[in-house]
């Protein structure tokens, strides 16, 4: 499915596509990012963001193309890959009957994490005001408090490649601004960030690079600047018609 490809961090993407049947749901996407750059993810409902992000974060197959994430084929090897990667999905992802600390726990021993990830796990509750949460069970929480959940847990082990599947839908305004910081956070330590979000002036602020997508096309791909304000958001429009 894949071939040898010489690339060393990030994100490198070619010529992906993901066919559900008939369906063309993702159809020949090429993206690069290198370490430390931040990707915003754009586009109508199917335009194709989530499978995108599902393949990087190595829970969906590709039908055809090339993915290497941190400089692992990740269509090759998915397990290796998905060790380097933060995945928050757009939908589901925690166990209904688990409390936020048991999912926290969970995490860190699959991933082998040193002892001192509780105190990772701490600082970040307390940021995205979860601390009070630690003992719920999910399936009690709002659909914000769920979002908040996905990012602390796409980011507890300080990944190389973080991946957020629209981290704001439906998060007040201090989640948004915990979450502004933890990808701040991660970039400053070389990580690559691609955020998928519908809401234009969000993804603007979370990352340099815009790229929109269309049919499960790369229709534009630039600086976010280049969609801010009022004519950012007519020139976005412009895009998807």
């Known amino acids: 499915m894949s071939s040898p490809h010489p690339t060393s961090t990030g994100v490198d993407v070619r010529n992906l596509v993901v066919r559900f049947g008939r369906q063309l749901a993702v159809d020949g996407v090429t993206l690069q990012i290198p370490s430390g750059g931040t990707v915003a993810l754009i586009g109508r409902n199917g335009a194709g963001k989530s499978t995108t992000l599902r393949v990087l974060g190595g829970v969906l197959p590709a039908t055809s193309g090339t993915v290497f994430i941190d400089g692992i084929d990740a269509l090759r090897h998915p397990a290796q890959a998905r060790a380097t990667v933060g995945y928050c999905p757009d939908v589901g992802g925690l166990i209904p009957r688990a409390t936020l600390w048991e999912h926290l726990e969970l995490s860190a021993t699959m991933r082998g994490l040193a002892p001192d990830w509780r105190a990772r796990a701490r600082d970040l509750l307390t940021a995205f005001d979860l601390v009070g949460a630690a003992d719920r069970i999910t399936s009690d929480f709002s659909h914000g408090m769920a979002r908040r959940t996905g990012v602390v847990l796409a980011a507890l082990h300080r990944p190389s490649v973080l991946l957020l599947d629209e981290p704001f839908d439906g998060v007040d305004p201090l989640g948004v601004d915990a979450t502004m910081h933890t990808i701040s956070d991660l970039v400053a330590d070389g990580s690559t960030v691609v955020v998928s979000t519908h ?43």
């Open 199 to 241: 809401l234009l002036p969000l993804a603007v602020a979370a990352c340099s690079r815009a790229v929109v997508l269309s049919g499960g096309r790369v229709v534009s791909d630039g600086l976010s600047a280049e969609l801010a304000g009022t004519s950012g958001a007519e020139v976005y429009r412009s895009l998807l018609t």
